[in-house]
């Protein structure tokens, strides 16, 4: 188990070469090491990172969720992730492919993640995803990366993210 410390420092530097990251590609790694980051530093969470392959889905990694932790409760124990980091809106054509990928794997969770924000289309397809297809869709938004310093910051971050799906 990583130490507050050890999670705070891999945070920040993940946070840092995001932000400084010249070329795209650069700035792609690093944006999928920060969402590696902010997911391992939830206890019980265990990030799979995959290599795309052409012609292969979207699919950026799978979490292990051991179930530990009370955030991770009402999730399944392998949640897939896609990360988007896109200069505009991510929009409801995106929500609907991942929540393809992950019905068709006979999941029920998954997480897409974008350095920017998600369009009105985009909200609403995750909230209805819900009741039509009983797929817990979180949607995480580049404020709220930037916002975790901390575990505690990481499972308030998807509280927050799922209370808002749940209530909505």
């Not at 179930?67 to 980091?85: F, H, N, Q, S």
């Not at 924000?117 to 397809?125: I, N, P, Q, R």
């Amino acid at each position: 188990m990583q130490t507050d410390q050890a999670i705070q420092e891999r945070l920040e530097s993940a946070k840092q070469r995001w932000s400084t990251a010249g070329s795209p590609a650069k700035r792609w790694k690093a944006f999928k090491e920060l969402v590696c980051a902010v997911f391992e530093a939830i206890p019980g969470m265990e990030v799979q990172a995959i290599e795309r392959r052409p012609g292969g889905d979207d699919v950026d990694m799978v979490l292990w969720n051991e179930g530990t932790d009370p955030v991770g409760e009402d999730l399944d124990r392998v949640i897939l992730v896609e990360c988007k980091d896109w200069s505009g809106p991510v929009g409801g054509d995106s929500v609907r492919e991942l929540l393809q990928r992950i019905t068709s794997r006979g999941l029920h969770s998954g997480v897409l993640v974008t350095s920017s924000g998600f369009s009105k289309d985009a909200l609403e397809e995750a909230r209805r995803s819900l009741s039509r297809d009983q797929v817990r869709l979180l949607l995480l938004d580049g404020k709220a990366l930037e916002k975790v310093a901390s575990a505690e910051d990481a499972r308030g971050v998807l509280k927050q993210k799922h209370a808002a799906l749940l209530l909505s």
